[in-house]
């Protein structure tokens, strides 16, 4: 292998080359650069650092898709898309304490789960962390945006770009046996990633020519199988997820140009633990930065299309799987 940290495989190397858009697809309209932040609880704070190496080198987005707690990363950025709000973003992050999200008091939970008899956690906290540190409504945004919502009243994908943002928030990251359905008027949502994973559909409806989507909740391709109970069921999920994010991949290679990032902390830190935000973002920022000196950019400084796995600093840096 290489020691530039990249390997490609070649049976996804050609089917890259046959799916990839031809210039007379791309060039009839204007590039229009959709960033698509998808969730996984605590390792949503891995955008942020994503984010970061990202406006630095100049990668500036002309809308924004959001997931779960990608959806409160996707507002902040679309209300003002600069590196101030990144480095706001890094300290709310890091300001939220396990306690004010999962209150593990047995006595409160049990009498949260008998009141509710549906979760253990109250998702309306995840509206009040909305609503005091995002726009209040979509129509104050900088930037065009869409937060995904799982509408479990409806059984279908609830797209918000309109309204009230705590809502479509709060609405979009409440995990389902965690936090109780969110209610907008008579109607109850559930965690966007129920419906989709990664919002690339909802890019392309922005009127994407160009995507750049950071993925949080795959499995690492090279990590060992766990054989605890706990580690098979979230590695389980983990490739389940990644399947689902691999068929969107392809199915709409065609329709804009796709990066697709792949933070890839190790995944020793549960979704529901916060106490190591910081760790996140600073490990995948470095980790973002280190695979766009490594020749993430072409000639022109553009992301280079494909799903890039950015693996902990061994002797490879990035797995490219498309490129």
Known sequence: MAETGFWRSPSMLSWWRRRRPSN????ERARRLIFVLGGGGSRGACSVGVLKALLEAGIRPDGLVGCSSGAFNAVALAAKPDLQTIEQLARVWGSIRNRDLFDRNPLRMAYRYMRSHNSFFDSRYLRTLAAMNLPATFEQLTL???VIATNLTRARKEIFTTGSVPDAVAASSAIPG?????????EEFVDGAVAENVGLAEAIQLGATHIVAIDNSTSNPRRPPNHSLTGILAQSIQIMLGQRMLEEYQRFAQQAEICLLVPNVEFGTAGTDFSQVDRLIDEAYARTRAFLQAGGLDSQGRLEPGIHYMLPPRRQAVVSLAQ
């Open 24 to 27: 007379s697809q791309t060039v």
């Open 144 to 146: 065009p945006c869409a």
């Open 178 to 186: 965690l936090f109780n359905p969110y209610r907008i008027g008579n």
